[in-house]
T-cell receptor, first 113, second 115 residues
Framework: DTAVSQTPKYLVTQMGNDKSIKCEQN?????MYWYKQDSKKFLKIMFS???????INETVPNRFSPKSPDKAHLNLHINSLELGDSAVYFC????????????FGPGTRLTVL | AQTVTQSQPEMSVQEAETVTLSCTYD???????LFWYKQPPSRQMILVIR??????QNATENRFSVNFQKAAKSFSLKISDSQLGDAAMYFC????????????FGAGTRLTVKP
């Protein structure tokens, strides 16, 4: 059984469009995350979220917004897509905010044309 | 600022041999967590091993072990009895024990395993 899943695996879209990436975890974890991995493989955290707190990396444009319909889901919405948004986006989850290991999803490769 | 450095962009090891991947980090914090993640071609980030900074004992997970040198801010990963399935990108990561959103990754080391 997949612990952290993301859909879609691949997403190709035009500049200016709005898109969403879905993430679900079946681990019963309290905290979920979104990461961006650029073409040079650098992995940067974008958001961490639990039912109490959303923490946003200050470098993330406000075109990006996480939305959590329930504890098991954290979807990533991106408005007005730009070329520089092309990357692989990873969702992750952990039991506790500070202490626990993060488990990653398989990633979503976003290509903006 | 905390930074994580992996000085070896690529490494190669013969099957069944041992290889060590290097990682150094810079921090002013005394309490933190260190991780090694494996990213195979499937792109999934898989946790390999974790080390709490307050623990002196080096973490071990089967064929994977770390050499954690807190004073030197070094956190190397040793893979024993390398297998073909170990071929992947390996990322070293630092996570603050204080700041919730502070998790940083190194640039990665691509490990090739030769049969």
């Amino acid at each position: 059984d997949t612990a952290v899943s993301q859909t879609p695996k691949y997403l190709v879209t035009q500049m200016g469009n709005d898109k969403s990436i879905k993430c679900e975890q079946n681990l019963g974890h309290d905290t979920m995350y979104w990461y961006k991995q650029d073409s040079k493989k650098f992995l940067k955290i974008m958001f961490s979220y639990n039912n109490k707190e959303l923490i946003i990396n200050e470098t993330v444009p406000n075109r990006f917004s996480p939305k959590s319909p329930d504890k098991a889901h954290l979807n990533l919405h991106i408005n007005s897509l730009e070329l520089g948004d092309s990357a692989v986006y990873f969702c992750a989850s952990s039991q506790d905010t500070f202490l626990d290991t993060q488990y990653f999803g398989p990633g979503t490769r976003l290509t903006v044309l | 600022a905390q930074t994580v450095t992996q000085s070896q962009p690529e490494m190669s090891v013969q099957e069944a041999e041992t290889v060590t991947l290097s990682c150094t980090y810079d921090t002013s914090e005394s309490d933190y967590y260190l991780f090694w993640y494996k990213q195979p071609p499937s792109r999934q980030m898989i946790l390999v091993i974790r080390q709490e900074a307050y623990k002196q004992q080096n973490a071990t997970e089967n064929r994977f072990s770390v050499n954690f040198q807190k004073a030197a801010k070094s956190f190397s990963l040793k893979i024993s009895d390398s297998q073909l399935g170990d071929a992947a990108m390996y990322f070293c990561a630092y996570r603050s024990a204080i700041r919730n959103n502070d998790m940083r990754f190194g640039a990665g080391t691509r490990l090739t395993v030769k049969p």
